[in-house]
């Protein structure tokens, strides 16, 4: 099976899910491939400098989607958009048809230190989008019970924030995402300021309760092995005014581990990325 | 042996204060200073022991830390809330900033005459102007520590479907509490510099400062002395009381 899609490398303005790869005339789980969340007309300029322009992108349902393009390209300014935490000067943003107001969404920060509420305890923090809901405190805690069992949380989640180690606090960032059992979570570099066996576990709890939920999920990155090993698909953007360059489809079987990472087809994939973004750097 | 070295770790913290009562007492004893105008540290410490003990000093240290305390009461009580407000309105803000840096770089003190004229000699007018001058540092700290919130935290709340109000109670509030501590620290030391000074120089019956300036009217150093050692110890104590306040309320500051 080719995971890359060619076809879509040098269109201006890709609409890269409605086309299917060359070569795989049927779409593997039509399903799968429907849209959930759709951007249109998408444009964002600061200043004179236009970031994006007329843009559009669709995200695909239940698959776990990553972004990897050049530094400054627009990444975390595309998800904050798309998130309602940043305004757009023109466009819309539709999770299956609803709005953002409608739509319950979670959001991983880079910086866990800055988005825990350290007044807070850990189970306290992951407790509060329940509590915004008016949720009851008793189903609140069966949740964050259900998360320990799911991330298999072996500390103390009676501890504040900052009694725990960056890993801790990044798990405890991404079960307050997913606490409200949100549509789609977005993650904006989440490992980029933990050490590798941080790293290492956090991705491999993350797979698993992807591979449970099949929740959507849309992950930045900027490491591209990283992009590669945890997407379906990997959307690689270019420079300024910022466009999909290209959507690469990775059809390797999960749950993936180290062994993937020296897989024939994973090493191909990466490849394959790294040329084309190699190729939109320069341009 | 372990404990003998903790204990003398932490009779450390001794050394300045036993260094400076030395230090006072070669200068007298040697009569490096005249004697009139500084007594032995003993004879100064027997006045303080006196003057407690009578019970002649207890009037002017509760007027003092009363007046402090209302002066600074008033302050938090108009300042919390202006400061919230000034912190959370780029535009608001803006348009004070300036009246507001300049009345905090002008000495307080330069405003006794206006606040005399307006309120009147008396207790009233020096309460006010502690409490003008509290305020504005309370006020500062306030809108700077509403300012300064972690842009992540309010947008962390904000994606979680947090409205303003909410932002504002369950995040603004707790991100501006560090800096609000501050202010009321700040301000606490502020009112008191304050009110000492009024009670020297505008009229007051009793308080700190009036025991100060007339033993030094009348020459008797040890009863000043003793009477600065007072003043020292109450301000000493506001601060450390605040100290304990805020550690105890915000422990998760700057983390
Ligand atoms: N508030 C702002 N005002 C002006 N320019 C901004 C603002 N926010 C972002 N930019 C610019 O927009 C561009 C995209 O920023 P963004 O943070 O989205 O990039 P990114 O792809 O996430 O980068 P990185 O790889 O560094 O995380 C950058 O060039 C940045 O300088
Ligand atoms: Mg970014």
Redesign the pocket.
Known sequence: MNPVNETLAMNAVPTPLAFPPANEPAAPEPSARKAHVTIRGLTKR??DQS?YENFDLDLPRGRVVTFF?P????????INMICGLIPMDAGEVLFDGKTREETTIGYVFQNYRDALFPWKKAADNIQYPLRLRGVPKADARRRVEELVAEFEVKFDLNRYPWELSGGQQQLVSIMRALAPRPEVVFLD?PFSALDYEATLSIRERLQATFMRSGVTTVI?S?DLEEAVYLADEVFLLTK?PTRVAEVVDVGLARPRGVQTLSQPDFVRTRAHCLEVFQREVRR | MKRFEATLARLVVLVGPLLIIGLWWVAAAAKWVSPKLLPDPWSTLQTLWTSVMEGAIWADFRGTAVRTLYAFAIAAVAGIPAGIVLGANRTIYRSVEFAIDFFRSTPATAMFPLFLLVFGIGEFSQVAVAAFAAWLVILFNVAYGVMNARQTRILAARVMGATTGQVFRHVMFFESLPQTFVGLRVGVSMALVVIIVAEMFIGSSNGMGRRIIDAQQVFDLAQMYASILVTGVLGYGLNVFFLALERHFVRWSGK
């Open positions: 600061f200043g970031l393009g530094n400054g390209c627009g990444k975390s300014t595309l570099e930045v900027h300024r």
